[in-house]
């Protein structure tokens, strides 16, 4: 028994029932933090996703798609349909989710609804913002450091975080930079307090 054309024509429908969801929120995922479910986890989600974007979607793509339109355009419809419109989905939707746009509209609204965050941790550093740091660990031990674009803090189960700078401090509490940075186990921390950087400060 070889491969037949109906064969893959139930692969092709399989597909198309799949990537368009699993491309959306593959997408958004990768603005978020948190614990990424495997896609057998997450098969019944694509499926969804899926179903309510054709809902949407379909009626607008059978209205440009006409009998006599072009095989080029057709091709280039269903690749659009099925692929470059879910990506750019999955690229509104994370950056909703990270800008906190949807929170800002719920709050104008005033509805109550729940952070798509799991933890604090992952809520503060999916910001991407810089800081000052002065990391508490539980034995006492205090370390400043300088939290930038090559400081990275870990979302999965075994959390962690690296420091790109570290500093050492004088006894008139000046920050004194040193050459290294620093990587530090979530478990091992006790506290974390966050300072702001004021460029404009700095440049005076």
């Keep these: ?3 037949e054309v109906e064969d893959l024509s139930k692969v092709a429908n399989g597909l198309a029932l799949l990537v368009p969801g699993l491309l959306i929120l593959y997408v958004r995922a990768q603005f978020l933090t948190g614990r990424t479910p495997s896609h057998t986890e997450a098969l019944l989600s694509y499926v ?16 440009g798609i006409q009998k006599d ?19 750019l989905i999955g690229l509104l939707l994370g950056l909703g989710h990270q800008k906190e ?6 709050e104008w609204l005033n509805l109550e609804v729940v952070h798509t965050m799991p ?3 992952d809520w503060k550093f999916s910001q991407r913002t810089e800081h000052w740091l002065i990391i508490k660990l539980k034995d006492g031990t205090i370390f400043h450091g ?9 979302s999965d189960n075994e959390r962690d975080i ?21 990587w530090v186990q979530a478990a091992e ?16």
């Design 69 to 87: 339109t072009d095989a080029i355009w057709v091709w280039l419809g269903w690749a659009g349909l099925i692929i470059v419109v879910p990506l």
């Design 119 to 121: 933890t604090a941790w």
């Design 1 to 3: 028994m070889g491969f």
């Design 146 to 154: 300088y939290y930038g674009l090559k400081s990275f803090a870990s």
């Design 162 to 182: 690296y420091v790109e700078q570290i500093f050492s401090r004088n006894r008139a509490g000046s920050w004194i930079p040193m050459p290294n940075g620093l």
């Design 48 to 63: 969804v996703v899926t179903i309510i974007y054709y809902a949407a979607v379909l009626p607008l793509f059978a209205l």
């Design 101 to 106: 746009w949807y929170g800002k509209v719920c």
């Design 189 to 204: 921390v006790s506290t974390i307090e966050f300072l702001d950087i004021d460029r404009k400060e700095g440049e005076k």
